[in-house]
């Protein structure tokens, strides 16, 4: 039987998927590693921790599966997006990468807006936060002139993966399109931006595309792990991207909703660039010249997970949940806004904070965990109201994924806020898929991601909206709306 593998690169794990020419996942496997906070704000991993814990994943595999030793045709990768890997001339590591989450860099951003101005998303198709690479590689040149000066090569997460599988340094669109480095629509490292910032051209990895073959898997790891065979490795994608096409996202009228620690509203762009003036994320898809927008709730489910964690500890997550239903929609009057960590979309806030508003005397704790789920499916609502406000976007369907998928009830209130059919997976495994499905195309198991959809993706329950529902919570939402505005001036002027 032949195999291909995909392995997801994320925050706090890697997990890997073994699936079966047909699409039937025969194996899967985890390994954990650690984040590092050296300081407030400072969010870095160890590189060669990734490397160990791929290696531990695919051990894990080749137990359980004896036979795929001599039969894994192809392995991808799905990754974190916009973390900094620095490599020496040698190939090695200079530091610790600085991730996605790391938040030290708002001088540096601010520094990209005063400079580029609005230039920087009619060429990137995103504004200059945070989480980018830019701002990190900023950071590096002005904290770090040493390590700068002994800088080579930069990479990402997964390429960084992919290169010591390999040896051979590649990068591709959809992971560089979250660097704010890439003109999306020439599909080139933007030399404006490498101007502007005195950036040398030798920093940049060569871009391919998401299916491209990088090589094979070097004979010494494949003999460390147990490989007998020319293993050949395919390129890879963002995380985002690669969850996309692991739940089928392949057309324009379908998106996605992700509820995670934090939360995604994704949807599938095509080939036309629409540029949402910096308002959503526009990134390069898997898919070759197409693209994908999504929105950020930066606490999603880390709102629900504060709310357990402050007021009901003891409780597991099914119990929390179980009064929900008993609470009707608008949760009489109760309101959340899930700033508790600032806001990504569509506010893009550092400052701004979270709130309860209208709290009263006969509210329970079913009700406030009623209005956290609201307050996150209403913040993730905000962008795909972008999407419509500016590309005049519809859905036919919204795929669930993440924990805002595993609660009946949630995703009933999703359909309802959302009002649209709210479709489940019956074996979701996210970004692993997408890399996995990355490896078939790039094997030449199927022409396009469409066809290796149909084998690769199945789909579950689906939830329709229910009309009276939808008005009530159009009138929530109107509310909803108004509590940035109005908290905004007071987040900002808090006594800390």
């Not at 080579?152 to 960084?160: A, C, G, H, T």
Request: charged share 25%; aromatic share 12%; with cysteine.
């Amino acid at each position: 039987m032949s195999y291909v593998l995909g392995l997801d690169l994320g925050t706090s794990s890697l997990k890997g998927i073994l699936v079966s020419r047909k699409g039937r996942i025969v194996a899967e496997a985890s390994s954990e590693y650690p984040v590092f906070n050296p300081a407030l704000g400072f969010s870095e991993q160890n590189p060669e921790d990734w490397v160990k814990a791929a290696k531990n994943v695919i051990r894990q595999i080749l137990i359980i599966v004896p036979d795929a030793k001599k039969n894994i045709e192809g392995i991808s990768f799905s990754g974190q997006m916009h973390s900094l890997v620095l490599l020496d001339g040698r190939g090695k590591p200079l530091r610790k990468a600085i991730l996605w989450n790391d938040v030290r860099t708002t001088l540096q951003c601010a520094k990209i807006d005063k400079i580029l101005k609005s230039d920087i998303f009619k060429i990137t198709g995103n504004r200059a936060l945070q989480g980018f690479t830019l701002p990190k590689i900023l950071w590096v040149m002005e904290n770090e002139p040493d390590i700068w000066a002994e800088s080579r090569v930069f990479m990402l997460p997964k390429d960084y993966l992919g290169f010591y599988f390999t040896g051979n340094k590649y990068m591709e669109f959809s992971d560089a399109a979250g660097t704010l480095m890439l003109d999306i629509a020439k599909k080139e490292w933007s030399s404006a931006v490498a101007k502007a910032f005195n950036i040398p051209e030798y920093i940049y990895p060569k871009l391919i595309d998401s299916i491209a073959k990088t090589g094979v898997i070097r004979k010494e790891v494949a003999a460390e792990l147990g490989i007998e065979n020319d293993v050949s490795v395919y390129a890879g994608g963002a995380d985002n991207a690669c969850a996309a096409a692991g739940a089928g996202i392949l057309q324009e009228k379908t998106g996605m909703c992700s509820i995670g620690t934090s939360g995604v509203f994704l949807a599938y762009e095509g080939k036309e660039i629409k540029y949402y003036k910096g308002k959503l994320h526009f990134f390069n898809h898997i898919i070759k010249d197409n693209y994908y927008s999504m929105g950020v709730t930066l606490a999603a489910g880390s709102s629900l997970s504060w709310l357990k964690n402050t007021f009901a500890k003891n409780a597991d997550f099914d119990g929390l949940l179980e009064e929900i239903n008993k609470i009707p929609p608008g949760s009489e009057g109760l309101l959340f806004s899930p700033y508790i960590t600032g806001e990504r979309t569509p506010y893009a806030d550092a400052e701004i904070r979270g709130s309860f508003i209208g709290i009263d005397i006969k509210h329970t704790l079913g009700h406030f965990t009623r209005a956290v789920m609201e307050g996150i499916v209403f913040s993730l609502k905000d962008s795909m109201g972008l999407m419509n406000r500016y590309a005049d976007k519809k859905f036919e369907r919204v795929i669930s994924v993440g924990g805002g998928a595993k609660n009946k009830d949630w995703l009933q209130m999703q359909a309802d806020i959302f009002n649209s059919k709210i479709t489940t997976l019956r074996n979701e495994q996210g970004p692993s898929l997408g890399a996995a499905m990355i490896a078939a195309v790039g094997i030449g198991w199927y022409k396009t991601f469409e066809d290796c959809a149909e084998d690769f993706v199945s789909y579950g329950k689906i939830y329709e909206p229910d009309i009276a529902r939808v008005k009530k919570y159009e009138k929530v939402y109107e509310l909803y709306d108004k509590i940035y505005y109005s908290t905004q001036e007071i987040c900002k002027n808090r006594i800390l």
